[in-house]
């Protein structure tokens, strides 16, 4: 690595967390940690928003599969505009109103302590996981560019952003967001321009082979439920982010902080439509870095191959300086998004479980006391899980298969509690069951009952549908108990 990438990857690196930093406040209430004032201009919170998409997976794991395979993971970015829209129209007007900080003290209203505790928990789950994947995502670069070991990269990094997530609170993390979102998208840019343009005979022979070659495909069309098809894609997506609109606490937290009802509405419509541009640009990467070492087969050595082909092309094939940006640009996506889960995290523990369980009127300094022990302990799991990701040969699939399974379909259980205002306790119990029973089968019987009489058993569909049918399942089982109930009453 040149000096000069060097000294461009540290300014960008250092001067993030030291950006973070500077929202320290020796006076800061746990609200301002949390909801960061409820202050902020709507474009800002909409880049947060954007920049908690696009993370380390987004920048290197979508080039890696369109370089292995074709644009089908490009259908989950068309489904975001879905969500958003429900999320403007519904979501971002409902939580403002609420009352609260936590995505789930709406799933106690209705139906105790039990829902808001199990959604919780998947919550925190998913989060773990996604930390892990970027994570382990933001050191592949690290370790082809300096020959770093990976381990000590992913503890490093992950040192820094609890760092300075812990001092600066939501506040800093928005903000540094916000400016992290134009430095990837730039440095995205410039990457995919400089592939095309290094084609032998220019931009119109990478789509040449990528055409001939299939390379664009968004999969099949046809309905077999086992395959990642368009349709499992598209509706994975479509679960997946009304989940994450709906109930993610990353994003609820966000419509608080916004200074009105109108720009939290613009955030949510702002940064999901963004993603769909920009996502495009990174499997334009993967497809030209396809088409690019097809033209060059000497330059790509053996067994690079899947999210290292990126990293090595960043490495071996930019000019100085832009190395060191497109690096810096990487550490940009994941750090943004490890600081969000870092920091949503430590807001439910202390308004789901410390004040619910521990302590119901905590004092301010017991809570920022609180906040700040959640951060370290959430970044020291999220390191942990981070290095049992060497083993995984796509993040990406690795991370779909988590959220899904994580997940455990807590949609299900706040659409039967928003949507059917008359379901009980025992009807939302019921369906849970039902759905968690579903989850773990979906889950596991591909691991366990692979051989003998028990195979037969092992579930036929894709694991990306796991969230699709437990939400389905405790949704649709909590609505006909419902309706069951009221029949009989009457």
């Not at 992950?158 to 967001?177: D, H, P, Q, R």
């Not at 994450?244 to 955030?267: C, H, M, P």
């Not at 702002?270 to 330059?299: E, N, Q, R």
């Not at 009127?361 to 959430?378: A, D, R």
Request: charged residues 10%.
């Amino acid at each position: 690595m040149s000096i000069i990438d060097t000294i461009v990857f540290l300014i960008f690196t250092g001067g993030v967390v030291l950006l973070g930093c500077s929202f320290f406040s020796k006076k800061r209430t746990s609200d301002e940690f949390t909801s960061a004032g409820r202050s902020l201009p709507g474009w800002v919170v909409g880049m947060s928003i954007f920049a908690t998409y696009v993370s380390s997976i987004s920048y290197l794991a979508y080039p890696g599969k369109a370089y292995m395979a074709d644009w089908n993971a490009f259908v989950f970015s068309l489904s975001i505009p879905i969500a958003s829209y429900f999320a403007a129209r519904y979501f971002v007007p409902f939580y403002r109103n609420l009352g609260s900080v936590s995505a789930y003290s709406f799933l106690e209203k209705r139906f105790g302590t039990w829902a808001r505790f199990y959604a919780s928990i998947c919550y925190l789950l998913t989060q773990i996981a996604r930390m892990g994947s970027i994570l382990y995502l933001l050191a592949l670069p690290m370790n082809a560019l300096l020959g770093w070991d990976i381990k000590a990269i992913i503890i490093v990094t992950s040192v820094a952003i609890i760092f300075y997530s812990m001092l600066g609170g939501l506040k800093a993390v928005i903000w540094t967001e916000a400016i992290q979102g134009f430095i990837l998208i730039g440095g995205a840019l410039i990457c995919m321009f400089v592939l095309m343009f290094n084609m032998p005979e220019g931009p119109k022979q990478m789509f040449d082979m990528a055409v001939a070659d299939n390379k664009f495909s968004l999969g099949s069309f046809g309905t077999s439920l086992s395959d990642s098809t368009f349709w499992v894609c598209l509706v994975y997506g479509i679960f997946i982010n009304l989940q994450n609109y709906g109930i993610d606490q990353n994003y609820v937290q966000r419509y608080l902080t916004a200074k009105d009802e109108k720009q939290a509405k613009f955030s949510a419509l702002f940064g999901g439509y963004l993603f769909i541009p920009v996502s495009m640009i990174f499997f334009m990467i993967g497809t030209a870095l396809y088409t690019y070492y097809k033209a060059y087969p000497d330059l790509l050595p053996m067994g690079v191959t899947g999210d290292s082909v990126f990293p090595y092309f960043i490495v071996q094939e930019l000019p100085v300086g832009l190395t060191g940006l497109l690096i810096a640009s990487i550490f940009a996506a994941g750090m943004s998004t490890v600081a969000t889960s870092i920091t949503s995290s430590a807001t439910i523990i202390l308004t789901d479980y410390y004040k619910r369980f521990i302590c119901k009127q905590p004092t301010e300094k017991q809570s920022v006391c609180v906040l700040y022990g959640s951060n370290i302990v959430v970044g020291i799991i999220g390191i942990l899980v981070a290095l049992a990701f060497l083993n995984v040969e796509s993040a990406l699939d690795a991370w779909w298969a988590l959220s899904s399974i994580f997940s455990g379909g807590m949609l299900g259980l706040f659409l039967l509690g928003y949507v059917t205002r008359k379901a009980r306790n025992v009807d939302a119990v019921l369906g849970v069951i039902c759905g968690v029973i579903v989850v773990v089968w979906m889950s596991l019987s591909p691991i366990l009952f692979t051989d003998g009489f028990w195979s037969e058993y092992k579930s036929p569909f894709h694991a990306n549908l796991t969230i699709v049918f437990g939400t389905m399942v405790i949704f649709l089982i909590g609505f006909v108990s419902t309706n069951l109930f009221k029949r009989r009453k009457s």
